[in-house]
């Protein structure tokens, strides 16, 4: 038990805390009265998390379904966490079996006292063992395996979790069942062969103590598979048919303010870096048209080995999710990174994603108005023209903006309509071939 716990542990500290931030987005307000600020704009309502309902079925195939060829696993799309069974506490689960176990009678008909002792504390202790494995067998099938999910969710689960710790409570769950079938099995069987009422009575308290030691014993399997059901379903819920826009770029840049801005959405906005410590996703409805806009923590100058857990989320998202990105640069340096460094970042991130529509917006611009200070202070001495022209008005093309003067605002929603417009006809169009028919 110590060891299943003590896993536990080492991951459920920075779990709840990314959970909570979630939550915090995911249960934001929203301001009904708002008026529409920006021309052909108009916010949706609910915006936030969707989640979907959740079913109680196998969507890994079952032993016995499981399809012949081997070789290429079917793939799920988003949407498995919601599909994950619903985990009873381990204490439940236990004391729901022994009351049905204790209804369970002897077989009619048996005559001689001894036998039909024998008989109701062998039955008894089979519809224990029985009561008690049914489920985790059933939560063993309905997890899914790791392959079988979207890179993207499999990544989720890697980050939020810890490497590992998915698949060891599922381990851990099924060794439970194992055990419990094994010993309910043996004892089920000592107590058949008892020679009086007396040594079956002793048997079967003996083999319901047994069961109920293993159970209490090593339940916390179950509950820390409860806890990853909670977690992974909480997880924000994308839609890979809907465009979706998401905000990347170093911390503290201004990120969440934006997303503030172009969503009803209202993530936790602060003067310090890694203030967004989840994936968030949020809805925006641009006339009558449904996007999603996803919230990243920031990402810091450091190659991915170095990469904390937050900055790996975002590459998750960038890596596997068909997201048009809208890049966020602080040149005032407010944000604490300096804009060469922000610099290198973008420079790394624009080559590894080229394949994704992208805008970038230089952030703050009220600042830059007002102090041009902070703006000098850089190392404008440098020859290399690319960043020298970056240190003043960022990437080509690139949108100034403030959420503080809202200047540019209108510029920036009617960009991120045509970039999601854009990413609507990629989704359409990458989805033609499935469609014709091959003569
Ligand atoms: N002056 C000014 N401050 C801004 C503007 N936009 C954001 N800020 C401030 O910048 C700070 C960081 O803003 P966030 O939106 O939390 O930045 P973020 O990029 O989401 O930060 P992380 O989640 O920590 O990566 C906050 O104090 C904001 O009030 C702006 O246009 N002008
Ligand atoms: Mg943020």
């Known amino acids: 038990m110590s060891g299943a716990f003590s896993l536990f542990e080492s991951w459920h500290i920075p779990c709840t805390r990314f959970l909570s ?26 915006m936030q998390t969707v989640t979907c309902e959740i079913v109680d079925a196998s969507y890994v195939p079952a032993p016995q379904n499981k399809p012949k060829d081997k ?4 793939v799920e799309t988003i949407g498995a966490f919601q599909k994950l069974p619903m985990v009873m506490p381990s204490v439940d689960i236990f004391h729901s079996a022994m009351r049905k176990a204790k209804r369970v009678l002897p077989t009619k008909g048996i005559a001689n006292i001894a036998r039909r002792e024998r008989n109701r504390g062998a039955k008894q202790l089979d519809a224990l063992m029985k009561e008690l494995a049914v489920p985790l067998r059933g939560y063993i099938e309905n997890f ?32 439970l069942r194992k055990k419990v079938v094994s010993v309910g099995k043996e004892h089920a069987s000592l107590c058949a062969k008892s020679l009086s009422k007396r040594e079956a009575e002793e048997r079967l308290t003996e083999g319901l103590e047994k069961l109920q030691e293993i159970f209490k014993r090593e339940g916390q399997a179950v509950d820390n598979l409860l806890y990853i059901a909670k977690t992974l379903r909480a997880m924000p819920v994308v839609d890979l048919e809907m465009p979706t826009l998401c905000l990347v770029g170093a911390p503290n840049v201004g990120k969440s303010s934006l997303v503030r801005m172009l969503s009803t959405g209202k993530p936790e906005v602060c003067n310090y870096p890694f203030t967004t410590r989840g994936i968030l996703m949020g809805h925006i409805t641009i006339n009558y048209q449904h996007f999603q806009v996803t919230d990243t923590p920031g990402l810091l100058k450091r190659c991915d080995e170095d990469r904390n857990n937050l900055e790996k989320l975002t590459l998750a998202v960038l890596s596997h999710l068909p997201t048009a990105i809208l890049y966020v640069h602080d ?93 609507m006809g990629r989704i359409r169009s990458s989805k033609i071939p499935e469609n014709i028919e091959v003569a």
């Open 144 to 175: 899914p395996k790791r392959t079988y999910l979207h890179p993207y969710e499999r990544s989720l689960i890697e980050l939020t979790l810890g490497d590992g710790n998915y698949e060891e409570v599922l381990r851990k769950v099924d060794a």
């Open 71 to 74: 070789r290429s696993p079917q």
């Open 21 to 46: 931030r979630t939550f915090q987005f995911s249960r934001g307000s929203y301001d009904m009265q708002r008026p529409i600020k920006r021309q052909a704009l108009c916010f949706c309502r609910n």
């Open 331 to 423: 040149l005032s340096g407010e944000c604490g990174m300096s804009p060469s460094d922000q610099f290198v970042i973008y420079k790394e991130i624009r080559e590894r994603f080229d394949n994704h529509l992208w805008l970038d917006v230089v952030s703050k611009c009220d600042l830059l108005q007002e102090s041009s200070v902070v703006f000098i202070t850089e190392d404008g001495e440098t020859n290399h023209l690319e960043l020298a022209k970056y240190l003043k008005i960022g990437p080509k093309g690139a949108i100034h903006v403030s959420v503080k003067s809202e200047e540019g605002l209108n510029e920036l929603t009617n960009n991120v309509h045509e970039v999601l417009m854009a990413q």
